[in-house]
């Protein structure tokens, strides 16, 4: 029952780069292991490889152990700083590592707020249609303000504002969307 | 697993007692600005034992009790109850309904039940740790927050990683 | 020419006021200073006035000066803390309070950044109706992935990645949107 | 006085010579994610004196220069050119057009012009003073950074009023 962390970051990472195949067609996603740098502003990047630091033992079997870098090589670009990444492209590249951690060990929920509003048309799709691919392995549960997004729901629920000042809640299935609106 | 409903009262904007039923595959809650959708997932990470009022936007853990409102007073007390369809037996338990409840009142004691029997933290976040739900929670993304899957520290991921491990 | 802050102060708040009353109708705006508080996390509450710190010296005349603190009462709810608001009405406050300065003092032009990303229709439509009562007075420039707010362009740039992997700019006026698509 | 054009050579994905032409009123620019949008309000920030490279997302200041793709290989120098329309006499110069230009290369050194004129960043940074906009640069929102005008803290805001003042 019990695993490793080795074994669980390997089928992430293999997951992951599948999961960019999808997200970021032609495009390339790396997740590696590096040594803890206590000075590291967790921007993945060569030059963090390039001073480690004496302050903190390493080593996969140290405390804290090596952490996760992401690495993303969107279509037609070269990899660089994922600081410079755009909103969709961050978006997406977290989205891609989410879904690549759900893959190699499904948690039974998700709770989804807003994740995809930075994303344009073409990447919405891209989103949703992962959504749809696992929807029968885990339960997902998505908050947002996007039409394509309310029409892959099974079931949709209507928050309101009520006149005395506090929240109400309807709930319909998805033939009634109309009305919901 | 799934989970099967949210029970809410005197959280956040939710003062009257309001129950959600979900059911398997993808639910979608939509509704306009400051309606109360992201303190329904506020409600989710708050029974699942969160320690950290920034983390639901608050600064104080009181911060979660309906504090009144033009057409209704405030309330004394906030309660939220998850209730996990459990039949896969996920769950490290042998009920098939997971219940999980926490409650805070205003002078700030949070008491936890589990399927109706008081509860410590460790004990609520043990389960959910049996899921997957670490003390990261990265399977709750909240409003505005996707990138920090991104932006976290190479540290930050491995935690996720271990967590699920 | 030069003004004091005490009069900037006071005309931005006013705006702000009504600022408020446009994006929060039958809501309520406040901007009021406070003695400087090192501690003060940024947000908004009664209790911050409560613990003021002797580590820095008091009053509008000091280094550093009174702080401004913005307080938003959304209609129908009992004001509090700032960071309890929605993501949509965290993006009205910010943008009450910039077209308070600008009404205040206008500059010259405005870049918007996707700054009506988290609005929903009704609230997008108010915004939109505040760029449309200003475009006289000044320029906008509005990056965004919404439809709405394209359509009160004069003037529509589409940005496009090559196939070369770098950026390229078309220039239409509105007349040619559907091209632009 | 508005910007009647932003020039870019060499800047983030602006590899090529780009001249983009405004008029007065509402621009809406638009396209996919990861096109180059932020990329010009990036330039605009840049050109206007911006000395912190996480600003403008980079992590040290050249990382404004385009560093290459599978098309294109790296540029030495990047450059920006922001051509403001003076006829109302806004900017405290004499001229009609005030064109300001900043430039990069790789190993670090920046340049800047004021109408052909070498200049210092502090002649630039009085320029845009000039039009309220100060070191906080309030009129150009970033990307996800609206929130900040709320979430800021009290001194923050001042220091916009100061700048408008
Ligand atoms: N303890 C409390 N008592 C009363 N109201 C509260 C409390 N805590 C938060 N609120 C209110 O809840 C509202 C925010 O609700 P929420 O974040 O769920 O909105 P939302 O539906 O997600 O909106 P958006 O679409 O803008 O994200 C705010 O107006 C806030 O003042
Ligand atoms: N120095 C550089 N050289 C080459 N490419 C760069 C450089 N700096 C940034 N980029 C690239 O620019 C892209 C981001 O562009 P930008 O943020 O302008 O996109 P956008 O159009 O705003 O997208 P979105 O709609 O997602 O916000 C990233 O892919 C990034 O890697
Ligand atoms: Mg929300
Ligand atoms: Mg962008």
Request: hydrophobic share 40%; with cysteine; glycine share 10%.
């Amino acid at each position: 029952i019990e695993t490793t962390f080795a074994e669980v970051f390997e089928a992430t990472r293999g997951h992951f780069e599948d999961m960019v195949q999808v997200l970021f067609p032609g495009g390339k996603g790396v997740l590696r292991l590096v040594e803890p740098d206590p000075d590291e502003a967790g921007v993945a990047s060569e030059a963090d490889d390039e001073e480690p630091s004496d302050e903190e033992p390493r080593g996969p079997g140290s405390r804290g152990g090596a952490g996760i870098v992401l690495e993303i090589k969107p279509p037609r670009k070269a990899p660089r700083s994922m600081s410079l990444l755009s909103g969709g492209e961050k978006a997406l590249a977290a989205i891609a590592f989410l879904f690549g951690l759900f893959l190699a060990r499904p948690c039974p929920f998700y709770v989804l707020d807003e994740v995809e509003a930075a994303l344009d048309d073409l990447n919405l799709g891209r989103f949703l249609s992962l959504v749809r691919r696992y929807q029968d392995r885990t339960q997902f549960i998505v908050i947002t303000h996007q039409r394509r997004t309310m029409e892959i729901a099974d079931r949709l629920y209507g928050v309101a504002m009520d006149a005395d000042g506090t929240s109400r809640v309807l709930s319909r299935r998805l033939t009634s969307l109309q009305e919901a609106e | 697993a799934f989970l099967s409903a949210i029970r809410m009262k005197g959280f956040k904007t939710f003062a009257r007692s309001t129950e959600l039923l979900f059911e398997r595959g993808v639910s979608v809650i939509i509704g306009p600005n400051g309606s109360g959708k992201s303190n329904i997932s506020d409600a989710v990470l708050w029974a699942l034992g969160e320690q950290s009022p920034t983390s639901i936007r608050g600064r104080t853990m009181q911060d979660v009790i309906f504090s009144g409102s033009d057409g209704q007073r405030s309330a004394a007390v906030a309660e939220v109850t998850l209730l996990f369809d459990n039949s896969s037996g996920v769950f490290p338990m042998e009920y098939g309904e997971i219940e999980i409840t926490r409650r805070v009142a205003r002078d700030g004691a949070s008491e936890y039940r589990i399927n109706g029997a008081a509860s410590r933290l460790l004990d609520v976040q043990d389960l959910a740790a049996a899921v997957g739900l670490g003390r990261e929670m990265h399977s709750v993304i909240s409003q505005g927050k996707v990138d920090e899957l991104v932006n976290s520290t190479p540290a930050t991921r491995r935690a996720l990683v271990e967590d699920a491990a």
